[in-house]
């Protein structure tokens, strides 16, 4: 009788362990990451010079429209 008690108090006392590790790793563990936010389309232009497709935020501006580089819109205004 008196080993049955001592392995039940060992039970109990080996249950609260486990349960407080549980809470501690729950505790300790990061929250879950959201998915980034993917940005939604943008305008795409047309380059004047050469007809190369590209977004409207990455085109030079010009007398003559849309450039894809500097070097076009020169070319174009010459």
Known sequence: MKY???LAVVAVA???WRNNRREEIRAAAPPPRRPPR???PEAMVR???CGLHLPAAD???G???SY???AHR???ED
């Open 4 to 6: 049955i008690l001592v």
């Open 14 to 16: 080996i249950w609260i």
């Open 38 to 40: 993917v940005a939604g």
């Open 47 to 49: 380059c004047a010079h």
């Open 59 to 61: 085109a030079v501006s």
């Open 63 to 65: 007398r003559g429209g």
């Open 68 to 70: 894809c580089t500097p």
């Open 74 to 76: 020169q070319a174009a």
